[in-house]
């Protein structure tokens, strides 16, 4: 639709064309009208003449433009707008160039840029048919709205259990059973926690799902899920860190017997009620890891320091669990080789989640492709998250809000799984 169809289409709606029997406006109200309706035409069509000067301009700033020779020079040939809708928000087509891809408009700064330039908050390209996209502009950040978590539970571990929402507002699922750790990382406050309460109370009625693991501040595994199958499996607290070792090791030593017992022809365990996908929760990992570094080393020849064990054993859940059923889910305020177990262990993770952190951290954990996010992700609101992973590029996503800590409790109490 072309800018003036545009008003045309808007006078049809305010109701221009009467039936019989209508009251006819007298001359002058009529004359005044056309007046208006011409006004506004031309106010249209210079809005979509300027919005097509400036986006020549942006284009020619952040060069995506071509520059061709002709005989009096050089001249620069930008993306040919088509037709611009008023919105809001305000969009237009674009006929890409010879070599252009639709995510060039994105890329790196380009979006951020390109929108400024225009007057709007962010870009979004949306590929339409053959070499055209249409560009929305957005008047603000999509994610500013938080969205809540239903009292949804999933009732198997190959259901999908919402992770978040993207900017163009499609929802994330994520099945445990997709054979992908998970990193979670962000700095105090920027929802890390809120947003695996979100996650667990998902899981927690799923009768082929074990929400296991160590959480040394005690809210997030622990008290909360007492009475349920999952809690003798998980340990809290800082008052015996040695337990943390041993719960580790006697998961390692499940696994292994699950990997001796996979049947003939198979090349992993398929989860069953009797065989639970094993959720390892890691809650603020580095710091179980320090308080283990903390303790009075044995001495040479009387066993290996309560840190090194639990290395060992979250190294091999990592490294082998997938086959076995174990996923393991890590909570860090930051993804440093050396504070979540080395390298090779940061390497294990398929799926990848950063809250606010610095733009350093963010690189660390999602690679140079997000080197540009960084400066602005590192004033994200609570819940707003780099996303990737499992074949997914980098995206910003706003994780859903269960509500506040009573709210998970309640959830936990409610749905967590029994023993009949
Ligand atoms: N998805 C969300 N939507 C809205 N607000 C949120 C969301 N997630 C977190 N918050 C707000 O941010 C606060 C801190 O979140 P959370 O406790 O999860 O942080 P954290 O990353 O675990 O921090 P810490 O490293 O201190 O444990 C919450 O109490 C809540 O008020
Ligand atoms: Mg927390």
Sequence with gaps: ?????????????????????????????????????????ASVLAFAASLKAAFREACTGIALCQYVQVAAGVTIRTPRVGEVRLGPPTSFTVELMAGQEPADFTKGENGARLAHTLGAHALRVEPIAGR???????????????????????????????????????????????????AVQGMNGSGKSVFTYGLLAQLAAAPDVLVTG??????????????????????????DIAAHAVLLEDLVAEMDRRLA?????????????????????????????????????????????????????VLRLLSEG???????????????????GGGYARDQFALRLSFRVPADSLEMLHGTDARSLGQEHANADPG??????????????????LGDYGEYCDRIAAHGRRAH
Excluded: N
């Excluded at 996303?387 to 910003?396: F, I, N, P, Y």
């Design 261 to 313: 017992t996979i049947p003939p022809r198979r090349d992993k365990v398929e989860p069953s009620p009797q065989t639970p996908t094993v959720l390892v929760v890691l809650e603020e990992f580095p710091g179980l890891l320090r308080a283990a570094d903390g303790l009075p080393k044995p001495k040479r020849g009387e066993g290996i320091p309560v840190g090194d064990r639990i290395r060992i054993a």
């Design 384 to 401: 707003v998250a780099y996303l990737s992973g499992l074949g997914r590029d980098c995206q910003r996503i706003r994780v859903p809000y």
């Design 1 to 41: 639709m072309t800018a003036l169809e545009h008003t045309r289409r808007l006078e049809h709606r305010s109701g221009r064309t009467r039936g019989p029997g209508a009251h006819r406006p007298g001359l002058f109200a009529r004359l005044r009208a056309e007046r208006a309706r011409r006004d506004y035409e």
């Design 214 to 239: 160590s959480d040394i501040t005690g809210l997030l595994l622990g008290r909360a899920w007492d009475d349920t199958v999952h809690r003798p499996h998980q340990v809290t607290g800082t008052h």
């Design 322 to 340: 997938r086959k076995a059923a174990f996923r393991v889910l890590m909570l860090a305020q930051r993804f440093e080789a050396t504070a979540v």
């Design 132 to 182: 055209w996209v249409r560009l929305h502009l957005l008047d603000a950040d999509p994610l500013r709205g938080g969205f809540g978590l239903p009292p949804v539970t999933v009732e198997t571990g190959s259901d999908s259990v919402i992770l978040g929402r993207t900017e163009d507002a499609t929802t994330l699922g994520h099945a445990l059973t997709d054979p992908a750790h998970l």
